[in-house]
């Protein structure tokens, strides 16, 4: 809007008799309105506005301002420190700063005494509204209407209580682009300087790029905290780290496995965090390779832990370089129960009999437990051989990990070896692809349950006779030697002594699974048990259907 005051305006009085003159048609030839202007004045006409009203009477009540600053707390927290820089510029210039809301309201004003006092003469403070259509032309009203910097000089204004003063305001817009807002600078006439209308509105915009500032900063707050609900919402234990292997996001889960405090390994490398003897998981960690489901042995600061990991390389997709890896940590003995359904729910006192025999049968077992010997259960099938290995186990210091039982006459000839030692990929048609775990190296730190092991053929024999010995295995196909833990229960029908004379069954395997031997008695040599056997069952069965029965 070019602008054009008649020069110069020597005091007030002229100044009021000028703006008599404009608004009652004569303007001077050394002054031009705009077309703008001119529209306002005949709106604001429109609206019954009172051009000679003394000051402003539209002023909210004490309990009306405290609503709309409430209403209005978002744009005063980012508008008032822009104000206050604003103001260290102009302070003892004769400028008031305020800003208004979307409906013309005063909210907040900031200037000198002598600034605020000048201000106060026409009401232009806080509560008042300065809308259009309660003050007239003026230019808090004007960047309401036409939505852009404008500034109101002198006998522009249509309210003469207002003509001494010369305003510059811009607005204020959301992010969506909604005026939200109207930055002012008021002063007296005199102080008329087109770079002020320059200030307002370069405060204005950085108001408005904090806005989108404090915006950003809230979305990436908020994508923070769900980022952070979604990782401590997976069971699993899952951990990232960048390309110089620093740890920038790990849940509670992966913080208890790996045995550390996450406030202690945040931003820190993870070779400071766990001990240097876990080369092949650094390895695989800094290799840039995808791995899924892939077995290795982790070192805490406490213990030894196997696990399933997974590794997913974060790649730019500009690049083919990793920008760091996302880890996740499966608890190998829980996957291990989840998947195969291993979980032994036998304990001692669940095992019932009064029999001399079978007491002697369990005390044997209880004490083996105690011990990590390995155990070779021998009894008729049907007597629980399977019963007292689950008891063992949770009766032991291995009852948190895992417990597999396998039937050594239930698995095919061919792939019994796979089963209880694993593979690589390729080792032989229709193998996996990444390999298989095999039964020993699941049930790392557990139990493995051999049942029927008088039917394992001879060459099982001898690779079943190494492990033990050597406490470590080969996947078939496979070069690397992976460290086992495993205690051995076996159990049989067969009397193997006489199958080792026959041959076929290998004399110092027997002796490896039969550090502790138990024998249990069938049902017929404990005849007493019966009446006890059949109370329990009518009570658990009867539970199980609904029924109650008293007795049999």
């Not at 852009?148 to 003063?165: D, L």
């Not at 992966?254 to 406030?263: C, H, Q, R, V, Y």
Request: charged content about 25%.
């Amino acid at each position: 809007m070019k602008k054009s005051y008649p020069q110069p305006i020597s005091n007030r009085y002229e100044l009021m008799d000028t703006w008599e003159k404009v608004h009652k048609g004569s303007i001077p030839s050394n002054i031009h309105i705009s077309k703008e202007i001119q529209d306002s004045w005949k709106r604001s006409k429109f609206y019954g506005v009172d051009p000679y009203k003394k000051t402003n009477t539209n002023i909210l009540d004490e309990y009306s301002f405290k609503q709309r600053l409430e209403a209005n707390k978002s744009l005063l927290n980012l508008t008032i420190p822009a104000m206050e820089a604003l103001y260290s510029i102009t302070k003892g210039s004769g400028f008031c700063i305020t800003i208004a809301d979307k409906d013309g309201y005063i909210l907040k004003r900031i200037g000198d005494e002598d600034e605020l006092a000048f201000t106060a003469y026409s009401n232009f403070k806080e509560g008042a509204n300065w809308s259009e259509e309660v003050m007239g032309t003026n230019a808090v009203g004007l960047v309401l209407i036409y939505d852009r910097p404008i500034q109101v000089f002198g006998y522009e204004h249509y309210c003469k209580c207002a003509c001494t003063s010369t305003c510059s305001a811009a607005p204020i817009h959301d992010l969506s682009g909604k005026i939200i807002g109207v930055l002012d600078l008021t002063g007296p006439y005199k102080l008329v300087n087109a770079h002020t209308l320059g200030m307002v509105e370069a405060s204005a915009k950085a108001i408005e790029r904090e806005m989108e500032l404090s915006d950003a900063y809230y979305n990436i707050r908020l994508a923070n905290l769900q980022k952070k609900a979604i990782i401590e919402s997976i069971s699993e234990g899952l951990f990232a780290v960048d390309q110089h292997g620093k740890i920038t996001h790990i849940n509670k889960r992966a913080s208890d496995l790996l045995e550390i405090k996450i406030e202690d390994c945040l931003n820190k490398n993870i070779h400071e965090v766990l001990p240097a003897d876990n080369i092949y998981f650094f390895n695989t960690i800094s290799s840039g390779r995808t791995t899924y489901g892939e077995t290795m042995l982790i070192k805490t600061n406490k213990e030894k832990k196997k696990f399933m990991v997974n590794c997913t390389p974060l790649k730019d997709q500009r690049s083919s370089a990793s920008n760091g890896v996302v880890v996740i940590l499966h608890e190998l003995h829980a996957v291990v129960n989840k998947i195969i359904g291993n979980t032994p729910n036998i304990t001692f006192d669940s095992l019932i009999g009064e029999s001399t025999s079978f007491k002697s049968a369990l005390a044997q077992a209880r004490i083996a437990a105690e011990t990590d010997s390995n155990i070779l259960l021998i009894g008729e099938s049907g007597t629980g051989k399977d019963l007292f290995a689950q008891a063992i186990h949770n009766a032991s210091n291995r009852r948190k990990e895992t417990f597999l039982a396998i039937n050594c006459a239930a698995i095919p000839r061919e792939l019994i070896s796979s089963e209880l030692f694993g593979y690589e990929e390729g080792a032989f048609t229709g193998a996996r692809r990444g390999g298989n775990p095999g039964k020993f190296e699941l049930a790392d730190q557990g139990t493995i349950f051999l049942d029927e092991i008088g039917e394992m053929p001879l060459d099982l024999q001898a690779s079943l006779l190494r492990v033990l010995e050597e406490k470590n295995i080969i996947r078939l196909g496979g070069k690397e030697f992976i460290p086992i833990n495993v205690r051995v229960i076996s159990a049989t029908n067969k009397d193997l002594e006489k199958e080792i004379k026959k041959g076929n069954f290998r004399h110092d395997l027997f002796f490896r699974l039969r550090v502790v031997s138990i024998n249990i008695p069938p049902l017929r040599e404990r005849k007493g048990d019966i009446p006890i056997l059949a109370e329990h069952f009518a009570k658990s069965i009867g539970s199980r259907i609904g029924k109650n029965i008293n007795k049999i």
